[in-house]
């Protein structure tokens, strides 16, 4: 199984090199904190949604044929 690359080495801002739950916490303090990196991936996501509306709505109906 892979690891998420949020776990892996980094150097804290004490210089020190940290993994598993501090680099995580690390990064998330980097990227502005939890409410900002939850608010960066919702509006990524949404956009991504809107994005496959828009080529849904692009596609060709379907319609249903009824045989004998």
Partial sequence: MKTDPYYS???ADTGTVVT????FIVRTKRAGGPTNMF???GAIAAQEMFERMEAAAKR???RLVKTA
């Fill in 60 to 62: 060709p109906k379907l």
């Fill in 39 to 41: 608010r960066e991936v």
């Fill in 20 to 23: 598993g739950m501090a680099a």
């Fill in 9 to 11: 080495a980094i150097k």
